[in-house]
Antibody, heavy 121, light 106 residues
Framework: QVQLVESGGGLVKPGGSLRLSCVTS????????VTWIRQAPGKGLEWVSY????????DYADSVKGRFTISRDNAKNSMYLQMTRLRAEDTAVYYC??????????????WGQGTLVTVSS | VMTQSPATLSVSPGERATLSCRAS??????LAWYQQKPGQAPRLLIY???TRATGVPGRFSGSGSGTEFTLTISSLQSEDFAVYYC??????????FGQGTKVEIK
């Protein structure tokens, strides 16, 4: 079955960096856009970034543009989020998510369990 | 901007629940609904405004177009008490979510 497993979260100081990973299985990874979505504690969902199957297309929320970089390694069925210049408002559970190839990154049927990033001094 | 109402909906089991989502500009039919329970990742319920995702019970239905959308749960079951989010995906990213509606037991 489809599985997405995030890792790499933790406590980091403001201005610091962190790299999240999402390892996937159970589907043809190269056919799918994969996406990062985050949720601050007790708050709603925020779309962060996505990347197409061939890495041709990427996009970012305005709140992270210029600070976060998404990438993928299709040989490892994995996606990454390099986060730099972290701020307190980046504190959240970060989910990786994907959907059917025909959704082209628009809708998310499959989610990981999330990894918590805490930005605090 | 996606605006959901009400913020909290108190409903008795077996009753009908109607949740609203309004877009600040037309998003055609490019809307999804998700259900999230405490400590869990969201679950896709509806996409393309009205198409149920695989395995979603028939009591969930979506409607609307343009700027006004509705999720209806025809007869609430105990497992339906959760937070519901709408999400738009019109034209190009960044996609945006509504702030959520919590459906609680009356």
């Amino acid at each position: 079955q489809v599985q997405l497993v995030e890792s790499g979260g933790g406590l980091v100081k403001p201005g610091g960096s962190l790299r999240l990973s999402c390892v996937t299985s159970g589907f043809t990874f190269t056919d799918h856009y994969v996406t990062w979505i985050r949720q601050a504690p007790g708050k709603g969902l925020e779309w962060v970034s996505y990347i197409s199957g061939t890495s041709e297309y990427t996009d970012y929320a305005d709140s992270v543009k210029g600070r976060f970089t998404i990438s993928r390694d299709n040989a490892k069925n994995s996606m990454y989020l390099q986060m730099t210049r972290l701020r307190a408002e980046d504190t959240a559970v970060y989910y990786c998510a994907t959907g059917s190839p025909g959704f082209s990154g628009s809708y998310y049927e499959y989610w990981g369990q999330g990894t918590l990033v805490t930005v605090s001094s | 901007v996606m605006t959901q109402s009400p913020a909290t909906l108190s409903v008795s089991p077996g009753e009908r629940a109607t949740l609203s989502c309004r877009a600040s500009q037309s998003i055609r039919s490019n809307l999804a609904w998700y259900q999230q329970k405490p400590g869990q990742a969201p679950r896709l319920l509806i996409y393309g405004t009205s198409t149920r995702a695989t395995g979603v019970p028939g009591r969930f239905s979506g409607s609307g177009s343009g700027t006004e959308f509705t999720l209806t749960i025809s007869s609430l079951q105990s497992e339906d008490f959760a937070v519901y989010y709408c999400q738009q995906c019109d034209y190009r990213p960044p996609w945006t979510f509504g702030q959520g509606t919590k459906v609680e037991i009356k």
